[in-house]
């Protein structure tokens, strides 16, 4: 069985792509990276102040690249969640377990000293293999 081995470049929506130079996923043969994603939408935060909100816009925003990669939240095996306040742990934790709870990627979650705007809480990134 031959597997495509071409790198596809999924863009997202970010002016920021283009500057930096990234692309929202990249997608080699079955596997697929999603770069480190924010609640910004429209160049607008999504969720201030409110942990929970924003890691589900996140996540969101995960899964519609990884549609558009060929790939289903069901085919993470990896996320990273980056969080500025430790003390909003729990309440993005549960919102990863809704999404994830029955997929049980492996996971980790660390506090950073900031994130690119300070409006952001939460920033995650995931890697799937697909099936």
Same mark, same amino acid.
């Given at each position: 069985?031959?597997?495509?081995?071409?790198? %596809? +470049?999924?863009?997202?929506?970010?002016?920021?792509?283009?500057?930096?130079?990234?692309?929202?996923?990249?997608?080699?043969? =079955? /596997? /697929? %990276?999603?770069?480190?994603?924010?609640?910004?939408?429209n &160049?607008? *935060?999504? &969720?201030? +102040?409110?942990?929970?909100?924003?890691? =589900?816009?996140?996540?969101?925003? !995960? $899964?519609?690249?990884?549609a558009?990669?060929?790939?289903?939240?069901?085919?993470?095996?990896?996320?990273? !969640?980056?969080?500025?306040?430790?003390?909003?742990?729990?309440?993005?934790?549960?919102? %990863?377990?809704?999404?994830? &709870?029955?997929?049980?990627? @492996?996971?980790?979650?660390? =506090?950073? $000293? $900031?994130?690119?705007?300070?409006?952001?809480? *939460?920033?995650?990134?995931?890697? @799937?293999?697909?099936?």
């Amino acid at each position: 069985m031959s597997h495509d081995m071409r790198r %596809h +470049n999924i863009a997202g929506t970010s002016p920021w792509e283009a500057v930096v130079g990234y692309s929202r996923a990249v997608r080699v043969g =079955q /596997v /697929v %990276h999603v770069a480190g994603t924010t609640a910004t939408m429209n &160049g607008e *935060v999504v &969720g201030v +102040n409110d942990p929970a909100r924003q890691t =589900q816009v996140v996540l969101d925003i !995960i $899964a519609a690249a990884l549609a558009q990669a060929g790939a289903r939240l069901e085919d993470v095996v990896r996320t990273r !969640i980056y969080i500025t306040d430790m003390t909003h742990w729990e309440d993005i934790g549960r919102a %990863h377990g809704k999404v994830f &709870g029955h997929i049980r990627p @492996a996971a980790s979650m660390v =506090q950073v $000293a $900031a994130l690119i705007d300070p409006r952001h809480l *939460v920033e995650i990134e995931a890697e @799937a293999i697909v099936s």
